[in-house]
């Protein structure tokens, strides 16, 4: 097949040209630590497994075709996808992130901060004047996260993309929310783009994975020496099983998402619910912009609760089906309270300056049927 191919066939068809002892169609898994050399002066294409592992290129491979990328690093957990980011400026660089990150960025981001190695700048990326300003100081990296998580707040990625290369930064965006099905950020200006595979790509809820894309080559083979030097590199196991994971990954988004919209839909007119974020709905916003570089509004909706913290804590007790539980992008409904969960890491004045308040509960929609999970949170609402 010549041109380019859908995300499904992407997924459906990733597997090696041939398995040369047996010509298995589901690719075997190469566990060998190391790899047998003809003589002590040819490397050969797999030496080491740290390095170069068969089972992460098809992987790798499969991610860049998703993502229109030329080359990257898959990693052991998306923290190690960050890391491997931050680890390739050079020292005292400015970094330019999102106020309203996920709290492992936020937390990431600050403690290499206080280490003296690089400064950061965290600033409302949908705001001209502050992010101008940021710009003043050189920056090497400026960060996206679109859609933000928890408050699924959209940044405008050909805009801040653009003004970012204007003044000389790579730009990276985190993508684990939208995942290449719905969003492709190197096409919309990107350097980099980054994944917890943790999340919807292997979609099963039972490793830790990231990837760190590159759009240029020569971006790509830095990202792979750096993952090689540090060991940030994934297992051939856990490689192989996130492949696994994405055989069905269009499948599930759609399904996840078409959930989603319909229980965003109803908490909308909920009595007892004080604010809906959800880029789907029609009110939003940012419903436009959403829609002018998503392909699709996601599985992912946070709320707030007229009554509080109080009641947040008795209508978490009432549920039965949805599971609270950090995660997010699984088979299952996860719910949490991001202020004491995901991003707990966060200081309390940060929290505040980002909008993540005691009562925002963010909600990960699994796989399970609308009416159910819709049925389960009518159980918690009437606990409060």
């Not at 990107?190 to 979609?203: A, F, I």
């Not at 809820?205 to 020496?225: K, N, Q």
């Not at 925002?360 to 009518?378: K, M, N, Q, Y």
Request: charged share 20%; net charge negative.
């Amino acid at each position: 097949m010549t041109g380019p191919r859908t995300p499904s066939t992407i997924v459906a068809a990733a597997r090696p040209g041939a398995d040369s002892a047996y010509g298995s169609v589901t690719p075997p898994i190469w566990s060998s630590d190391t790899f047998c050399w003809p003589d002590a002066e040819t490397k050969p294409e797999y030496d080491y497994s740290r390095t170069v592992n068969p089972n992460r290129n098809l992987l790798l491979d499969t991610l860049c075709e998703l993502e229109g990328a030329k080359g990257g690093a898959i990693t052991n957990s998306g923290q190690s996808a960050a890391l491997l980011a931050l680890l390739m400026l050079p020292a005292g660089s400015v970094v330019v992130a999102p106020h309203d990150c996920y709290g492992g960025t936020y937390r990431l981001i600050q403690a290499v901060q206080d280490q003296g190695k690089l400064k950061a700048v965290f600033v409302d990326m949908s705001d001209d004047r502050a992010f101008n300003a940021a710009l003043k100081e050189p920056a090497a990296l400026v960060w996206i996260e679109t859609p933000s998580n928890p408050l699924l707040r959209i940044t405008d990625i050909r805009r801040i993309a653009g003004r970012a290369k204007e003044a000389g930064a790579l730009v990276i965006a985190d993508n684990t929310l939208a995942t290449p099905c719905r969003q492709r950020p190197l096409e919309l200006g990107c350097d980099l783009v980054m994944h917890s595979t943790t999340k919807s790509l292997n979609g099963h809820g039972d490793l830790f994975g990231g990837a760190l894309l590159a759009s240029d080559p020569v971006l790509a083979e830095r990202i792979g020496w750096w993952a090689n030097a540090a060991g940030l590199a994934g297992s051939a196991q856990d490689a192989s099983q996130i492949l696994r994971g994405l055989r069905t990954l269009t499948l599930r988004i759609d399904q996840q998402e078409r959930s989603a919209i319909e229980i965003a839909a109803w908490l909308a007119k909920h009595p007892q619910v004080r604010e809906i974020h959800f880029p789907g709905l029609a009110g939003h916003k940012q419903h436009d912009l959403a829609s002018s570089q998503q392909s699709g509004p996601g599985f992912m909706v946070s709320f707030r609760l007229k009554q509080g913290s109080d009641a947040t804590a008795r209508f978490l007790c009432g549920l039965g089906l949805v599971t609270l539980a950090s995660s997010l992008g699984g088979f299952s409904t996860l719910i949490c309270k991001p202020s004491t969960m995901t991003h707990r890491g966060m200081p309390p004045e940060a929290q505040e300056t980002a909008g993540i308040t005691g009562d925002l509960l963010r909600l990960s929609v699994g796989l399970e049927d609308v009416a159910d999970i819709i049925a389960d949170l009518t159980t918690g609402f009437a606990q409060i």
